[in-house]
């Protein structure tokens, strides 16, 4: 046996004395991932020589009355400059593999000097999901089609499509870090070119993270317009596909209306097949239109499972029917009593503003189904109202002494302690913006103080079950995070339910206060300028032109959208400014008190997502709203916000074309 080991020995001592050191290992890696740097340098720019050489002449030979230049130009974007780049990147590391062994085997120093210039991707980025929509509706044309089919039965093309050239650019930068990150690791700290490596990894990097982002919008993006080609009746004036929304989740329900909300049971119910759509703003509720699906419970089957994009994307008779809408940041979720004999498990879904007191229930054959829509729906509801807030100016402190405000809800609810991670009863009072729990009902009932009062403006709740408490809730507020308890999911939801409500009802007197705030400053500036204005020039006879102005302001207060934006001053610097929205015009007043109206019939483009604009290290996001005598931009730090105008704009400017036709 000992013989046996000392043969096993001697036969390892002698393989490993037959492995290559470990610095020639380095060095045929290096090797090896340079030249699959320089092969795919190579494949990537012949893509651009066929975007820049043959697609893009072929397009721009049609007539402009069959795709104008302008489209061409959206669709391409800056991709000259990007393949002007590359061509330059692709010659240097050329040079470099003729001489790799003299050269230090240095490829860091390449990458480092042009990282500055892979920013020109970031503009074909932001551009890109535009350039998408330009061509989907492009190709719709014959002529395009007949045209993109002759570019791509070109010898150089190897029969690729337009879109699959135009992607490439955002998938290359991705490639880069990749190989860097590869040749990194097998450079040793000594070598000559380990710094300029790190630096170009690091510059590459923020590209990279900037474009993959950007990527997760496209493909966002792509999936809202194959749903929005599938559906039909679409009753909105706002456009579905827009660059900030994704779609969250999707799959077949029973939908039917209950009006009165202290049913206890869903007997009587009109149930029908329906098909939701989750996006991170908005619920659609929609009707497969495709044969053998329509229809009721009774006599038709729902689908089994959610179709696919795959599915959506490729087959024809699939197709959608629009029923109804509810906005993300307007919509409460419920839990309703679970119907098993006939496997009907549902939720309500609401208006906290509405109106009337109707409901949409959504049933579900499953509970497993039931409970992945709520935690969907929840955490996209969570995710909204804390954008919402994350913009406005929310006090962390507030008076707690408000006794004299209504009881919104109250219950008995679980609470784990924050050192002993045991769970204590706990009675707890949902009074105004303030949530406060007792030991017990009696200490309530009596008059005693509370354990304690939480400010609900500025925490966040959300379902969060875990393993014993399935029906448990989070409560995080800046300095802490509460778990909270209730005996059954139904009560859970009406606490989340309850304070978010009171969250908005706080967040909308906020606004319509900021709103009435900045309109009376409007007022008040431009009743002071005039009095200024006409001491100065009343010997000059203006008096009247200013009064006129005056009188023209003081109608502002009607404006259907307002806020406080920037615009772009002398120098490239920004500036506050008042814009309104009323009527058919588009008004901005800036810090002294001078007006612009924008008549939005005669605006002919107006950008479909915000636009990046860094200054001094901040990043400001602005749309460009051109007419046939001017170009304006607004800015604005927030993009939700800026979104907003985005779709208010182009929606009244569509419901004032339609109009004037007819």
């Known amino acids: 046996m000992r013989a046996l080991i000392n043969i096993q020995s001697i036969w390892r001592g002698k393989l490993t004395r037959q492995k290559p050191p470990k610095v020639l290992n380095n060095f045929l890696s290096r090797r090896r991932i340079f030249l699959e740097i320089l092969e795919t340098e190579e494949t990537y720019v012949h893509g651009l020589h066929c975007l820049t050489d043959i697609y893009l002449p072929g397009l721009q030979s049609l007539p402009e009355e069959v795709l104008a230049p302008e489209i061409i130009n959206q669709i391409f974007s800056n991709i000259k400059i990007i393949k002007s780049v590359n061509t330059l990147i692709l010659k240097q590391l050329q040079e470099r593999n003729r001489c790799w062994f003299f050269s230090g085997e240095m490829v860091g120093d390449i990458f480092d000097k042009f990282a500055a210039f892979l920013r020109n991707y970031t503009d074909y980025t932001l551009k890109y999901n535009n350039a998408y929509i330009a061509f989907s509706e492009a190709s719709k044309e014959y002529e395009v089609a007949t045209m993109l089919q002759e570019c791509r039965n070109h010898p150089d093309c190897n029969y690729q499509a337009l879109n699959s050239f135009l992607i490439t650019p955002i998938q290359r930068i991705t490639r880069y870090v990749i190989l860097l990150q590869d040749l990194r690791k097998h450079t040793p700290e000594n070598h000559p070119g380990c710094e300029d490596l790190d630096r170009a990894l690091t510059s590459v990097s923020e590209v990279a993270d900037y474009v993959n982002e950007k990527k997760r919008q496209a493909e966002n993006l792509h999936a809202v317009t194959v749903i929005s080609n599938r559906l039909n009746g679409w009753k909105s004036d706002e456009v579905l596909a827009l660059p900030h929304r994704q779609v969250i989740r ?3 329900a029973m939908g039917a209306e209950l009006k009165d909300l202290d049913h206890k049971t869903l007997k009587g119910l009109d149930w029908r097949n329906r098909y939701l759509f989750l996006l991170n703003d908005l619920i659609l509720f929609t009707k497969v239109t495709s044969a053998g699906i329509l229809g009721r419970i009774k006599g038709s089957d729902m689908l089994d499972a959610p179709l696919t994009l795959e599915e959506l994307e490729n087959n024809d008779d699939i197709s959608f029917k629009f029923d109804s809408l509810i906005r993300i940041k307007s919509a409460i979720i419920l839990d309703l009593y679970d119907n098993e004999d006939r496997n009907i498990y549902s939720l309500g879904i609401k208006k906290w503003n509405a109106e009337d007191e109707n409901m949409v229930v959504v049933a579900f054959q499953t509970l497993h189904d039931k ?8 955490d996209v509801i969570s995710e909204k109202l804390g954008a919402i807030k994350s913009h406005m100016d929310i006090p962390k402190h507030i008076d707690m002494e408000n006794d004299y405000e209504a009881v919104i809800f109250e219950g008995n609810l679980l609470k784990q302690g924050r050192k002993n991670i045991q769970w204590k009863p706990i009675y707890c009072i949902l009074q105004g913006n303030v949530l406060k729990y007792y030991a017990s009902d009696l200490d309530y009932r009596s008059g005693l103080e509370p354990s304690r009062m939480i400010n609900i403006l500025s925490s966040s709740i959300t379902c969060w079950p875990v393993a014993d408490r399935p029906n448990c809730m989070q409560l995080r507020t800046y300095n802490r995070t509460y778990y909270l308890a209730a005996d059954s999911n139904i009560i859970r939801m009406e606490w989340i339910a309850n304070i978010r409500m009171a969250v908005r009802i706080f967040l909308k007197q906020e606004k319509l206060r900021l709103i009435e705030a900045a309109s009376n400053d409007v007022v008040d500036s431009t009743i002071d300028s005039s009095r200024r204005k006409s001491a ?5 006879g203006k008096t009247r032109r200013i009064l006129k102005l005056n009188k023209r302001n003081k109608s502002l207060r009607g404006a259907k959208k307002q806020g406080v934006l920037y615009i772009r001053g002398k120098r490239y610097k920004l ?48 749309v460009e709203l051109v007419t046939s005598e001017s170009r304006e931009e607004i800015y604005s730090q927030d993009i939700d916000e800026l979104n907003e105008w985005i779709e208010c704009i182009n929606r009244t400017g569509y419901k004032l074309k339609k109009k004037r036709n007819r």
């Open 250 to 252: 999707q799959g077949p």
């Open 371 to 378: 409970y992945d829509w709520m935690i969907s729906i929840d």
């Open 536 to 540: 100065k020039y009343k010997k000059k």
């Open 575 to 622: 500036k506050k400014a008042r814009v309104f929205l009323k009527g058919r015009s588009l008004i901005i007043i800036n810090e002294k008190d001078k007006r612009l109206d924008i008549d939005l019939l005669l605006v002919r483009q107006v950008s479909t997502e915000p636009l990046m604009y860094t200054l001094k290290g901040k990043v400001y996001y602005y």
